[in-house]
């Protein structure tokens, strides 16, 4: 137990804190805001800023030069005599109903034919099918007695006898093996096959791919040749931003690095450093897929320690330690060139703690136990549908969060605590007007039933979301941001793949606690601002935005982050 001289020690050093926070005419932090947010609820991967460009169909699979479907059996005399057909016997269809087949063979019942004629229904059969994708099948005129009136008509349903795989390299064939087989299933249709291959040349790992179709030596069936150029896996992407709260220094320099095909079979491994003046972190993820579906499970790992270096509470030595485990999963269940429907399931557990004087004291804090720890853990259903097209993208984010009592989660008398419900929803949109000239749209709500813990909490302000403020500029429960970005070509520099983009943007944040007298004074902040834009292919990306607050925040202005200056470099040498 502590001497009771060092608790007046302490509370002597905070008043001294705020005298000289009143003394320079800085708003007073509370609690929260002095110790850096380390982890928040994950957010929406960042929408293309251009709709994907897929090649043309016929680069990727070429039309059949000749039709694989069976020639008849039946001899073909054109001089036989009129047959009256009473009936039409179709069989061997397992695409079409007897009603559909029907309307191709009824208006043809009680009326002399000739051989061609029959010829001719079996050709539209065939034609059916093709006109519907199925390619490699079709029908024919097997042998036969028609003086009874009844014609039969057998159908032939195409299917794949073998997918040969040609170009890869460290990628397993299997990998595109199993995205083609569940397209290519009996009878083959075209349209499902180009669509799996249309998949697979937006899939990351596969920089171009291609296919043929040709006669099997087995009847029925087709061969299916598949050429891959694989991408590169590897990237190690280097940042240097003023994207951090100030109090554990604004400017924050990350190295990551990248293996999106670890072992070969499209597994992705991520370790990512980042440090300012007054923190560190590391984390640590992996993702492996575990069905031809692009269904993945992934486990990450992240911890960071930081010290609050922003006068006048540096003098008072204030630590905070994070970590945060998560393992996901997350299944497509609808998914073409055009949308994706997504569905997830994340366990997560963060620990936190913060203490002053290097150690010697717990922070004090509503939400921590004695030690000045806090821990949450959660559950969180997330769904997460997109739609593109040529023009546009559109992508929505719905997460559920429900706060568990387990491993050793913290638990309060009255909230904030680790059990809690909230839900948080986020839209993106982007449209392509010209080329490189974009529009951007994007809203973040959140709701909950109850206070938070600060680490659950919404936060606004900063280089991603409300620019003009500081970095978690508000704080709360509860919150809503709307945000519009227009860019406009300025200067396109073909020589090294450059281009120079000038950016207007709108960003507007209100937030607000269950109860009231705890909200953020001022609740509501809003900006306008210009930037600049400059990108060297993949390989350099340069930004930076001026913003302009439209609302009054009472605070010091030492960073450039607090003037409303922003800046990221963002260079990928691999």
């Given at each position: 137990?502590?001497?009771?001289?060092?608790?007046?020690?302490?509370?002597?050093?905070?008043?001294?804190?705020?005298?000289?926070?009143?003394?320079?005419?800085?708003?007073?932090?509370?609690?929260?805001?002095?110790?850096?947010?380390?982890?928040?609820?994950?957010?929406?991967?960042?929408?293309?800023?251009?709709?994907?460009?897929?090649?043309?169909?016929?680069?990727?699979?070429?039309?059949?030069?000749?039709?694989?479907?069976?020639?008849?059996?039946?001899?073909?005399?054109?001089?036989?005599?009129?047959?009256?057909?009473?009936?039409?016997?179709?069989?061997?269809?397992?695409?079409?109903?007897?009603?559909?087949?029907?309307?191709?063979?009824?208006?043809?019942?009680?009326?002399?034919?000739?051989?061609?004629?029959?010829?001719?229904?079996?050709?539209?059969?065939?034609?059916?099918?093709?006109?519907?994708?199925?390619?490699?099948?079709?029908?024919?005129?097997?042998?036969?007695?028609?003086?009874?009136?009844?014609?039969?008509?057998?159908?032939?349903?195409?299917?794949?006898?073998?997918?040969?795989?040609?170009?890869?390299?460290?990628?397993?064939?299997?990998?595109?093996?199993?995205?083609?087989?569940?397209?290519?299933?009996?009878?083959?249709?075209?349209?499902?096959?180009?669509?799996?291959?249309?998949?697979?040349?937006?899939?990351?790992?596969?920089?171009?791919?291609?296919?043929?179709?040709?006669?099997?030596?087995?009847?029925?069936?087709?061969?299916?040749?598949?050429?891959?150029?694989?991408?590169?896996?590897?990237?190690?992407?280097?940042?240097?931003?003023?994207?951090?709260?100030?109090?554990?220094?604004?400017?924050?320099?990350?190295?990551?690095?990248?293996?999106?095909?670890?072992?070969?079979?499209?597994?992705?491994?991520?370790?990512?450093?980042?440090?300012?003046?007054?923190?560190?972190?590391?984390?640590?993820?992996?993702?492996?897929?575990?069905?031809?579906?692009?269904?993945i499970i992934g486990m990450s790992f992240g911890?960071?320690?930081?010290?609050?270096?922003?006068?006048?509470?540096?003098?008072?030595?204030?630590?905070?330690?994070?970590?945060?485990?998560?393992?996901?999963?997350?299944?497509?269940?609808?998914?073409?060139?055009?949308?994706?429907?997504?569905?997830?399931?994340?366990?997560?557990?963060?620990?936190?703690?913060?203490?002053?004087?290097?150690?010697?004291?717990?922070?004090?804090?509503?939400?921590?136990?004695?030690?000045?720890?806090?821990?949450?853990?959660a559950l969180r259903f997330f769904q997460e549908?997109?739609?593109?097209?040529?023009?546009?993208?559109?992508?929505?984010?719905?997460?559920?969060?429900?706060?568990?009592?387990?491993?050793?989660?913290?638990?309060?008398?009255?909230?904030?605590?680790?059990?809690?419900?909230?839900?948080?929803?986020?839209?993106?949109?982007?449209?392509?007007?010209?080329?490189?000239?974009?529009?951007?749209?994007?809203?973040?709500?959140?709701?909950?039933?109850?206070?938070?813990?600060?680490?659950?909490?919404?936060?606004?302000?900063?280089?991603?979301?409300?620019?003009?403020?500081?970095?978690?500029?508000?704080?709360?429960?509860?919150?809503?941001?709307?945000?519009?970005?227009?860019?406009?070509?300025?200067?396109?520099?073909?020589?090294?793949?450059?281009?120079?983009?000038?950016?207007?943007?709108?960003?507007?944040?209100?937030?607000?606690?269950?109860?009231?007298?705890?909200?953020?004074?001022?609740?509501?902040?809003?900006?306008?601002?210009?930037?600049?834009?400059?990108?060297?292919?993949?390989?350099?990306?340069?930004?930076?935005?001026?913003?302009?607050?439209?609302?009054?925040?009472?605070?010091?202005?030492?960073?450039?982050?607090?003037?409303?200056?922003?800046?990221?470099?963002?260079?990928?040498?691999?």
């Amino acid at each position: 137990m502590l001497d009771t001289g060092i608790y007046i020690t302490i509370l002597v050093i905070a008043l001294n804190v705020y005298l000289q926070a009143i003394a320079t005419q800085a708003a007073p932090l509370k609690p929260k805001s002095v110790i850096p947010k380390d982890f928040s609820p994950q957010v929406t991967p960042k929408v293309p800023t251009e709709p994907t460009k897929l090649p043309h169909p016929d680069r990727l699979l070429p039309p059949l030069k000749t039709p694989t479907s069976p020639s008849p059996s039946f001899p073909l005399n054109n001089n036989l005599e009129l047959i009256i057909v009473k009936k039409f016997e179709v069989t061997g269809s397992s695409v079409f109903s007897d009603r559909e087949l029907d309307a191709i063979t009824t208006p043809y019942l009680d009326q002399p034919l000739s051989i061609v004629e029959l010829l001719q229904i079996r050709t539209k059969i065939t034609e059916l099918y093709i006109d519907r994708g199925y390619i490699t099948s079709g029908a024919y005129l097997p042998e036969q007695d028609l003086q009874k009136g009844i014609v039969k008509i057998q159908i032939v349903e195409g299917g794949l006898a073998e997918i040969k795989i040609n170009g890869l390299t460290r990628l397993n064939e299997d990998y595109i093996k199993s995205r083609l087989v569940i397209a290519t299933g009996k009878p083959l249709n075209r349209n499902r096959l180009l669509e799996a291959l249309q998949l697979l040349q937006v899939n990351p790992l596969i920089e171009n791919i291609s296919a043929n179709l040709s006669p099997s030596l087995q009847s029925g069936f087709n061969d299916l040749e598949v050429k891959v150029t694989e991408a590169p896996t590897f990237s190690l992407p280097i940042t240097l931003d003023n994207s951090r709260t100030p109090s554990v220094g604004s400017e924050r320099r990350q190295i990551q690095l990248n293996e999106s095909n670890l072992t070969g079979i499209g597994d992705r491994l991520s370790l990512s450093y980042s440090n300012t003046n007054g923190s560190n972190a590391f984390d640590v993820s992996y993702t492996i897929p575990f069905n031809p579906y692009n269904g993945i499970i992934g486990m990450s790992f992240g911890t960071s320690v930081s010290n609050v270096i922003e006068p006048p509470f540096n003098i008072l030595d204030i630590t905070s330690n994070s970590r945060n485990y998560e393992l996901t999963l997350r299944q497509p269940i609808l998914q073409n060139t055009a949308q994706d429907l997504a569905l997830g399931l994340s366990l997560s557990h963060r620990q936190s703690s913060a203490s002053l004087l290097n150690g010697l004291i717990p922070f004090p804090s509503i939400e921590t136990d004695t030690d000045g720890q806090t821990r949450v853990t959660a559950l969180r259903f997330f769904q997460e549908y997109v739609q593109r097209s040529a023009e546009e993208v559109f992508a929505v984010r719905s997460q559920i969060n429900l706060g568990l009592k387990a491993l050793g989660s913290t638990i309060n008398l009255t909230a904030p605590d680790s059990q809690f419900v909230s839900w948080r929803g986020q839209m993106q949109y982007v449209r392509l007007f010209a080329p490189e000239t974009l529009l951007l749209l994007r809203t973040d709500l959140q709701l909950s039933d109850r206070p938070l813990l600060s680490q659950e909490q919404i936060s606004f302000g900063g280089q991603d979301n409300l620019r003009g403020y500081r970095q978690d500029a508000l704080l709360s429960d509860n919150g809503l941001l709307l945000s519009m970005e227009m860019r406009i070509p300025l200067l396109r520099l073909p020589e090294i793949i450059g281009l120079l983009q000038i950016i207007a943007f709108y960003d507007f944040g209100t937030v607000w606690n269950h109860q009231a007298e705890t909200n953020p004074d001022p609740s509501t902040l809003a900006s306008v601002g210009v930037g600049l834009r400059f990108q060297v292919s993949d390989r350099l990306t340069i930004r930076i935005d001026l913003g302009i607050p439209l609302s009054r925040i009472f605070a010091e202005k030492k960073t450039l982050q607090e003037n409303g200056i922003y800046f990221s470099i963002l260079t990928n040498p691999f």
